[in-house]
């Protein structure tokens, strides 16, 4: 998820009576739900080692124990020996980060670009595919719920009210965020199913998925993988009453397999194709031989775009990999 995402879970579960637990919970909490995204200095090394190592260990279960140790170390020190507040256990600290990072894992867990949870020992992607990395239905969640809170509060204090501190704003938009993706995982396995029980042209299907959308949060992006080609349509909400998708869209699988597999060859290539889940390959001549593109359907509304996403391999007519560029 986005950071501020992150940030608004992390105060959520400190306004929920976690920040009663030790001086500093609060800010624990907030700097624990964004510590594994440390990573991002990766971007330094280039958009192909972000992608390498983006959601590596840090989005780890062996990450989220060693960075909630380091910041707990880090809090406990600030509090009991540089602002010698009231004092508070290494222990307490560790369980507070060790929510915050936890909550980091899990919010990332919940979209499409997923995590490597068992890193350093095995590099598998996993992802529930149920919201987008921005999403505005559990944005708009949390702020209600941390927002109105403290505006009911002024309001009772500017007419004279007695107002007493109250945890159920931030309980209640936690649970309306639980049900959200309840609710959003009930869709997506019927999203699943209904491609599932299609027929599609070019044969027999291999694999399904189905990608959530921006605004319609039970509209989504179906990908059928064939034996030679990619099938993407719409599924959910936006099906007309007869059942047919609005949307079609098919993408072939070049023939040139001999050139396809010496692009595989490349150190980006292997990079994007240990991430991508649907990878398409293009094949086009080029004055040195061929220009081969390569990008995950997952994320192809990237690609249009911005012509972000992509990774391009240069070859010249004997199949040798001259170039490749990957841009995010």
């Given at each position: 998820?986005d950071?501020?995402?992150h940030?608004?879970?992390?105060?959520?579960?400190?306004?929920?009576?976690?920040d009663?637990?030790?001086?500093?919970?609060?800010?624990?909490?907030?700097?624990?739900?964004?510590?594994?995204?440390?990573?991002?200095?990766?971007?330094?090394?280039?958009?192909?080692?972000?992608?390498?190592?983006?959601?590596?260990?840090t989005?780890?279960?062996?990450?989220?124990l060693?960075?909630?140790s380091?910041?707990?170390?880090?809090?406990?020190?600030?509090?009991?020996?540089?602002?010698?507040?009231r004092?508070a256990?290494?222990?307490?600290?560790?369980?507070?980060?060790?929510?915050?990072?936890?909550?980091?894992?899990?919010?990332?867990?919940?979209?499409?670009?997923?995590?490597?949870p068992?890193?350093?020992?095995?590099n598998?992607?996993?992802?529930?595919?149920?919201?987008?990395?921005?999403?505005?239905?559990?944005?708009?969640?949390?702020?209600?719920?941390?927002?109105?809170?403290f505006l009911?509060?002024?309001?009772n204090?500017?007419?004279?009210?007695?107002?007493?501190?109250s945890?159920?704003?931030?309980?209640?938009?936690?649970?309306?965020?639980l049900l959200?993706?309840?609710?959003?995982?009930?869709?997506?396995?019927q999203?699943?199913?209904?491609?599932?029980?299609?027929?599609?042209?070019?044969?027999?299907?291999?694999r399904?998925?189905?990608?959530?959308?921006?605004?319609?949060?039970f509209?989504?992006?179906?990908?059928?993988e064939?034996?030679?080609?990619?099938?993407?349509?719409?599924?959910?909400?936006?099906?007309n009453?007869?059942?047919?998708?609005?949307?079609?869209?098919?993408?072939h699988?070049?023939?040139?397999?001999?050139?396809?597999?010496?692009?595989?060859?490349?150190?980006q290539?292997?990079?994007?194709?240990?991430?991508?889940?649907?990878?398409?390959?293009?094949?086009e001549?080029?004055?040195?031989?061929?220009?081969?593109?390569?990008?995950?359907?997952?994320?192809?509304?990237?690609?249009?775009?911005?012509?972000?996403?992509?990774?391009?391999?240069?070859?010249?007519?004997?199949?040798?990999?001259?170039?490749?560029?990957f841009?995010f």
């Open positions: 998820m950071n501020v995402t940030t608004l879970y992390g105060l959520a579960l400190a306004k929920t009576g976690l009663r637990i030790a001086p500093q919970a609060t800010l624990t909490l907030m700097v624990g739900a964004n510590l594994p995204d440390v990573d991002f200095i990766s971007i330094f090394w280039g958009d192909i080692n972000y992608l390498k190592y983006h959601r590596g260990i989005h780890s279960f062996a990450g989220i060693l960075g909630a380091v910041l707990a170390s880090v809090v406990y020190w600030i509090n009991n020996h540089l602002l010698k507040t004092p256990s290494w222990k307490k600290f560790y369980w507070l980060s060790l929510t915050g990072v936890s909550s980091h894992l899990l919010l990332d867990f919940t979209n499409s670009y997923g995590i490597r068992l890193l350093p020992f095995y598998r992607w996993y992802a529930w595919d149920i919201v987008l990395i921005i999403d505005p239905w559990i944005l708009l969640a949390l702020t209600l719920g941390l927002c109105l809170p009911f509060r002024l309001i204090q500017e007419i004279g009210v007695r107002s007493t501190e945890h159920r704003g931030a309980v209640v938009c936690l649970l309306m965020v959200y993706w309840v609710s959003k995982d009930v869709s997506h396995r999203a699943i199913a209904a491609l599932e029980q299609n027929r599609y042209s070019t044969g027999a299907a291999l399904f998925g189905a990608m959530p959308k921006f605004f319609n949060p509209s989504w992006l179906g990908i059928v064939t034996e030679t080609a990619y099938h993407v349509t719409e599924v959910g909400w936006t099906t009453p007869n059942g047919f998708p609005v949307r079609n869209k098919l993408y699988k070049p023939e040139q397999t001999e050139i396809i597999e010496s692009a595989k060859r490349g150190p290539t292997q990079a994007f194709l240990e991430f991508a889940r649907f990878p398409w390959f293009q094949v001549p080029s004055v040195e031989g061929y220009t081969v593109t390569l990008r995950d359907l997952r994320f192809d509304f990237v690609a249009r775009r911005r012509r972000g996403f992509v990774c391009t391999i240069e070859m010249d007519r004997q199949l040798h990999v001259l170039s490749e560029n841009r």
